[in-house]
């Protein structure tokens, strides 16, 4: 199938930044508080923009390197993205983004025992090193569109069976230990049939922790008890199911589980969980005027190419991204057999989907209209956190009856909803749509956390209950419908 990348935009470097203002009527004599509160809170926000712009340039002008690793021109070129640098302007403005951006983050974790194991037997444990040299434990290509105003997030697994320049066909996050983010990055962009990525971040688990903390935490909803001991690393996961705000340790434990039946891929749903609390919790005017103390807290655990004009033009364009502007997305795929690869585990990425995701959620490449899956033909698996099993049925029988016919028995969902989540799981938007049409009520939402096994996941909130204003239902029985599927 052809691919095509997004043709250059051609702006004008001098082209001078838009400044929208109010025009003040004329004050009457008569005290008005409404609009005397409305003008503090402009000046407020004036002073916000203006102290976070000094900071900003006083961090620039002080030569503030987030680099870690020289790269070689080769190792330079692979972050070319489609020949066109990105660009930021501003001036003396806070700096923006002119064009789409695709960027490369690498989550790193490296021990004692991965550098030296003399450095093992001085700690007594697998300790952690503040390094970016092994594998990558997260992978994430970040899109940052402003002509959409929208942001898309795919999670790789680090599993993924993948080539590797150098090493062969192994798990792509071997590809950053062997060969920097260079490889990472070449690596990642041939998986994904060519995609240019113009910039990487790597961050290892205590910049992480740290981050969290400077940010004063993330509030989550931990979908179940996780409790693990690893005296080796002296990893302690000790969390409560039920939504709470974690602080930088309590987050890293959050993240770093994975006892559950998803294994890898429960971790995957859970980094998408803490991205969407720190989207939606974080990002905001207040924490913008944070951000020279945040780039000065976790300087020594990030390795970027970024400019920090262009960290702060990228967290400005996240701050102003709604909460349905914002699509996360899993690498299409599948477990392989470990019979199969000799004992090893794997994810078998799929291709056609893959190219799928690329043209319809990152631009690149053409969708093909007549390859996506018809709406009504979608696995759609309903999440219940309400607990009326009628007001389930009613929903099973209405998509039945607006010709949804895969539609599988419930399961419990732990977190109390007020709106119904209808989770495109495979990034299916128009499917999502059809079936939230079809409900009359719930948000649509891009990400993958919701049953691994579906195309759409409902999880059901009490807007579903509200709603539903017909007496239950007559001569029900505890029977599946012919088309319903239980687990």
Known sequence: MP?????????????????????????KPRFRPLRWLLITFGLISVATVSATTGALLALSM??????????????????????????????????????????????????????????????????????FEGLSDTMLLLRFDPT?????????????????????????NA????????LSARATSELLGGIPI??????????????????????????QDMKYQDDSQHLYINLKQGRQHLNGEQTLQFLRFRYDAYGDIGRVQRQQMAIRAVKEQALNPGTL?????????IREHIDTNLSVEEIAALAGFSSQVGRDRVQMLMLPGEFGDTAQYGGVSYWLPYTRRI??????????????????KAAFRSRIVIQDSTGDREAVQRLIEQLQSAGFRRVQRPREWSEPLTTSRIVAQNGDVIAAKAVQAAMGVGEVRVDSTGYLESDITIQLGRDWLEQQQAPALEGADDEPPADTVDF
């Open 62 to 131: 002080s030569n503030v390197s987030l680099s870690q690793r020289e790269l070689s021109p080769e190792e330079a070129s692979q972050f070319s993205g489609n020949g066109e640098e990105p660009v930021v302007e501003g001036g003396l403005q806070f700096p923006r983004l002119t064009r789409p951006v695709n960027i490369l983050l690498l989550g790193i974790k490296v021990v004692t025992s991965d550098v030296d194991d003399e450095l093992t037997e001085k700690y007594g444990y697998h300790a952690l090193v503040n390094s």
């Open 175 to 182: 590809a950053n230990s062997y060969g920097g983010p260079a």
């Open 289 to 297: 005027l944070k951000l020279p103390q945040i780039l000065s807290t």
């Open 3 to 27: 691919r095509q990348s997004r043709p250059p935009q051609n702006r004008s470097k001098s082209q001078p930044t838009k400044i929208v203002s109010a025009r003040l009527k004329k004050p």
């Open 198 to 223: 113009d910039r990487y971040i790597r961050i290892n688990v205590q910049g992480v922790e740290k981050l969290i903390d400077v940010l004063g935490g993330i509030t989550v909803h931990v979908p």
């Open 355 to 372: 190219s799928q995701v690329m043209a319809e959620h990152f631009d690149f490449g053409e969708l093909d209209i007549e390859g996506r």
């Open 148 to 172: 959409s105003k929208r942001m898309s997030v795919l999670s790789i697994p680090r599993d993924t069976r993948t080539w590797v320049e150098g090493l062969g066909t192994t798990k792509i």
